[in-house]
């Protein structure tokens, strides 16, 4: 099973398509006599725990798809972070360029393996699985329009964050499924900022608290997984090691940190990423009905012709 822009290869290698942006065709009562689940995920709107566990379950049946990006990208974000905070030590005055810098990096590098593991949830949603690489090469045809698209998201939401608090929490819900929309849809970063919201649109706190609460286990589980490095490095700080060049940081402090910094962020990206990806499969569910269309797909049937409009069967 294959999801590519002229549609989904599906049983008997024929491609049954739909329009992207209409409704889905009708076919009496929903899941009638179709298969529920073919991959990790329910073919149906998903809830809380299908959402929350889903995204456990992807990992767990694509390890390697999925940390292999996850610890690349976790090392680049460590070593540019660590490398700028060695730079702040010798300028006091450029603390709060180091900070911003290191938010800018982060939202970078979260959206690019966001992407990457969107098509993991999808494969994952129509029963197949793909590689680290495969997911890679998928998103790398997109790579700078998810890195112009994370520096809009991250610079409009936290000047709107500043000022008013409320507009910044609104904005990074009404924005929740715009870098799967992105990858999925192929859109501009306009394209998918607008995608997102009118998927979100009267969704809004289900999809705000769903993320949130992603947000606060996998900050929890990057929490218990950090605990044992600082007590190391906390260790290490108070013998006399070698300190960082440029600073009074020892070294083997700072690498024992990164460390845990990379195991941190390598387990729980992937989890974040994960929930927005399935929000943005569950949200096309609610208002297309996807999920109809995507149980059709493993049933023999001829295909469906679609307008040239449309952008992709996922």
């Known amino acids: 099973m294959i999801v590519s822009r002229g549609g989904i290869e599906g049983a008997g290698g024929a491609i ?3 329009q992207f942006y209409g409704p889905a065709p009708a076919t009496g009562s929903r899941g009638a006599g179709l298969p529920a689940r073919r991959g990790s995920v329910p073919m149906r709107p998903l809830g809380l725990s299908d959402i929350l566990d889903g995204s456990f379950r992807v990992i767990r049946r694509n390890p390697a798809a999925v940390f292999g990006p996850s610890v690349v990208l976790a090392v680049v974000r460590v070593a540019a972070t660590a490398g700028l905070q060695l730079g702040a030590y010798r300028v006091l005055t450029a603390v709060q360029l180091q900070l911003v810098s290191i938010f800018l990096i982060s939202a970078v590098i979260g959206t690019v ?17 793909v590689t680290a690489r495969q997911a890679a090469l998928g998103v790398l045809g997109r790579i700078w329009a998810l890195v112009g698209l994370a520096l809009v998201i991250a610079v409009l939401e936290t000047l709107a964050l500043v000022p008013l608090l409320v507009l910044g ?31 979100v649109a009267g969704l809004w706190w289900r999809v705000w608290g769903i993320r949130a609460l992603g947000a606060l286990l996998a900050g929890l589980l990057g929490l218990i997984v950090t605990i044992p490095f600082l ?11 070698l300190p960082a060049p440029g ?16 195991v941190s962020a390598t387990l729980t990206a992937p989890i974040r990423a994960g929930i927005d990806a399935l929000l943005y499969v569950d949200l096309r569910m609610r208002r297309e009905g996807l999920d109809i269309v995507l149980q059709q797909a493993a049933l023999p049937a001829q295909p469906v012709a679609v307008p040239d409009r449309a952008r992709s069967a996922f």
């Open 16 to 18: 049954v398509t739909q």
């Open 113 to 129: 393996l966001t992407g990457v593991l969107t098509l993991v949830v999808t494969q994952e949603v129509l029963g197949g699985r």
């Open 169 to 199: 929490i609104w904005l990074w819900g009404l924005w929740a499924v715009a870098v799967p929309a992105m990858v999925v849809e192929r859109t501009s970063i306009r394209g998918a900022l607008t995608r997102s919201r009118r998927l």
């Open 231 to 241: 007590l190391l490095a906390s260790l290490a700080g108070s013998s006399s090691f």
């Open 247 to 262: 600073s009074g940081t020892p070294l083997v402090y700072l690498l024992i940190i990164s460390a845990g910094s990379v």
